[in-house]
């Protein structure tokens, strides 16, 4: 079955920076579309950014635009979150997601167990 693992998170200040990794196992992930969406405690979960399938797209919130990078590795089968210039704003789980043939959408078919970032100010 398919299999989404987030790694990387944890607890980090203001301005720092941390990289979340996203291992996938049970599809063929270079045909997958990759996203990354967050949900902070009382508020609904929001799409944060998506990469396309050999990486020729590259879709950002606007709030984390400059902030934020997504990367692929498509001979690891692993998607990466690199996040700079942390805010308070950004505490929340991070889930990484696949999707067949959508990008930018909050409907992607295999979802993550979700990973906690906490940014203390």
């Known amino acids: 079955q398919v299999q989404l693992v987030e790694s990387g998170g944890g607890l980090v200040q203001a301005g720092g920076s941390l990289r979340l990794s996203c291992a996938a196992s049970?599809?063929?992930?270079?045909?997958?579309?990759m996203g990354w969406f967050r949900q902070a405690p009382g508020k609904e979960r929001e799409f944060v950014g998506a990469?396309?399938?050999?990486?020729?797209?590259?879709y950002y919130a606007d709030s984390v635009k400059g902030r934020f990078t997504i990367s692929r590795d498509n001979a690891k089968n692993t998607v990466y979150l690199q996040m700079n210039s942390l805010k308070s704003e950004d505490t929340a789980v991070y889930y990484c997601a696949a999707d067949r043939f959508k990008i930018k959408s909050m409907q992607y078919e295999y979802w993550g167990q979700g990973i906690q970032v906490t940014v203390s100010s």
């Open positions: 990469i396309s399938w050999v990486s020729s797209g590259l």
């Open positions: 049970g599809l063929s992930f270079s045909s997958y579309a």
